[in-house]
């Protein structure tokens, strides 16, 4: 079955750009979608189809996707965004499984 | 308003089995696919079953083959998981999502979910 791989932590101050990166074989070739999770809340959409943004999601986070990683970019950071994130495609080869990512823990320092 | 209320979740023996609801509004529940994912205490992300708009489709992730059943009644606006034969590792919030698909040349290209149920925590102990 297909696998994402994310760094489990990733650290940023401020005001600064965060990279939080998926990694999966010719991920590149699928459409990879992130959420955001903090803590005893349900996950929220913040970016689908590599680089779409739902409405109400600050231009601040931006996505990409090309050979074999996909990067969700936060740019100026904000203590609110500290929270977990996770990355997830559509797995049409393996009996229309969706796959989720590790998820990676965004501290702001 | 689009709203998404889990409810059925509990403490339940292994073996035992749980039905989980999931009330839909604010939008047009019989024209979406529909999902459950789960999450274990301090663990990530787990799809856990896909159901299409009519029910016609259903698919699960390999670990509840056999013992989940997803359905849903697009007349009450209603989604649900019937959970049988339940183990330790059942252990989890489980959400309810609405899954948003993208079609080429007929074909689901791509789905995400969006949005989310707040979850219904399922705890299978003795």
């Known amino acids: 079955s297909y696998v994402l791989t994310q760094p489990p932590s990733v650290s940023v101050a401020p005001g600064q750009t965060a990279r939080i990166t998926c990694g999966g074989n010719n991920i590149g070739s699928k459409s990879v979608h992130w959420y955001q999770q903090k803590p005893g809340q349900a996950p929220v959409l913040v970016v689908y189809d590599d680089s779409d943004r739902p409405s109400g999601i600050p231009e601040r986070f931006s996505g990409s996707n090309s050979g074999n990683t996909a990067t969700l970019t936060i740019s100026r950071v904000e203590a609110g965004d500290e929270a977990d994130y996770y990355c997830?495609?559509?797995?049409?080869?393996?009996?229309?499984?969706?796959?989720f990512g590790g998820g990676t823990k965004l501290t702001v320092l | 308003e689009v709203q998404l209320v889990e409810s059925g979740g509990g403490l339940v023996q292994p073996g035992g089995s749980l039905r989980l609801s999931c009330a839909a509004s604010?939008?047009?529940?019989?024209?979406?696919?529909m999902s459950w994912v789960r999450q274990a205490p301090g663990k990530g992300l787990e799809w856990v079953a896909n159901i299409k708009q009519d029910g016609s489709e259903k698919y699960y992730v390999d670990s509840v083959k056999g013992r989940f059943t997803i359905s849903r009644d697009n007349a009450k606006n209603s989604l649900y998981l019937q959970m049988n034969s339940l183990r330790a590792e059942d252990t989890a919030v489980y959400y309810c999502?609405?899954?948003?698909?993208?079609?080429?040349?007929?074909?689901?290209?791509?789905?995400?979910?969006?949005?989310w149920g707040q979850g219904t925590l399922v705890t299978v102990s003795s």
């Open positions: 997830q495609v559509w797995d049409s080869s393996s009996d229309r499984h969706v796959v």
């Open positions: 604010g939008f047009t529940f019989s024209s979406y696919w």
């Open positions: 999502a609405s899954f948003v698909i993208a079609v080429a040349d007929s074909t689901v290209r791509t789905g995400w979910f969006d949005p």
